[in-house]
Every structure is written in C-alpha cells, then in structure tokens.
C-alpha cells in the first residue's frame, strides 16, 4: 500500500511540475525530455530484467511514470487542441483519443502474453525501441507551439 501511494505521489508531484513547467519550456522540449526519459527507463526496465536486479527495475518502473507525466501523458491532448483547426478540432481529439486508449488496452491485454513469449528483458527492451522510433518522430515532425497564437500554429501546417 505505501509504495503503491508513493508511486501515485510521484505521479501527482510530476504532473503539478510538467503544469507549472511546460508554458515556460515549451511543448517539444518537454515533449522530447518525457520520450527520451521513457525510452531510458524502458532500457533499463530491460536490463535490470535480464541481470536480475529488482531494485532497479523499481526505480525504473516508477522513473517511467514520472517522465511519462512530464510529456506523453499530458501533451499530445494540449498539442491536438493547438493543431487541428477548429472545424474538425473536436472530432480529431475525439478519435485521437479513442485511438489511445484502444490501443493503450490492446498493450494491456497483449502484456502478457509478450512476457510469456518474449521474456520481460526482451519485452521492456521492445517497448524501449518503440518509444525510441516515437522520439525520433517527435523530432522529426512536431513543431514548438510556445508562444504562438493558434493562427500562427495553423500557418505552421498549412505553409
């Protein structure tokens, strides 16, 4: 019960952060710091799994969800409300999320049977590359938003 309040503290402590933090920093800093820290954590998850090391895979586990709180939680929700234009803004969130979550539980249910198959290092490892590929893409394609009203945001996507 302690560590499971513990876990849910840091996550409470890592959104009031990424709240209070993300309008100074910017949307894509916080975006590739929150990508990069879950594919670290992931990586480690994987390591620790093979080596045997459960404190670790502790930290790690609880780490991911700190940096996940800092970025992917929050802000592909914010980024859609900035990006879509107004016409479509609602539907698009709409089926953005939808999508989300049918995946978030198609991972949920497919969890364990991937540990069967593939072991947890080799698991974790995956997910690691995974979320590696969406740092990569966030790179590549998603523009800062900071400061900008939601015309100028527009004209990015349109230019």
Do not use: D
């Amino acid at each position: 019960l302690l560590m499971t309040m513990g876990v849910g503290f840091a996550k409470f402590a890592a959104t009031i952060v990424a709240a209070s933090t993300v309008e100074h920093s910017g949307r894509r800093p916080a975006l590739l710091l929150s990508s990069l820290g879950v594919t670290a954590c992931l990586a480690a998850l994987g390591a620790a799994e093979l080596l045997g090391i459960s404190v670790v895979s502790l930290v790690a586990l609880c780490a991911f969800m700190v940096f996940f709180e800092l970025g992917l939680g929050p802000l592909p929700t914010i980024l859609g409300s900035e990006v879509y234009p107004m016409r479509i803004r609602a539907k698009a969130l709409s089926l953005g999320l939808f999508i989300n979550r049918l995946l978030s539980g198609a991972v949920s249910a497919g969890f364990p049977l991937m540990l069967e198959i593939f072991g947890s290092s080799l698991t974790f490892f995956g997910f690691a590359g995974i979320a590696m590929l969406g740092t990569v893409w966030c790179m590549a394609t998603v523009p800062e938003t900071k400061g900008l009203t939601l015309e100028e945001i527009q004209t990015l996507f349109h230019a």
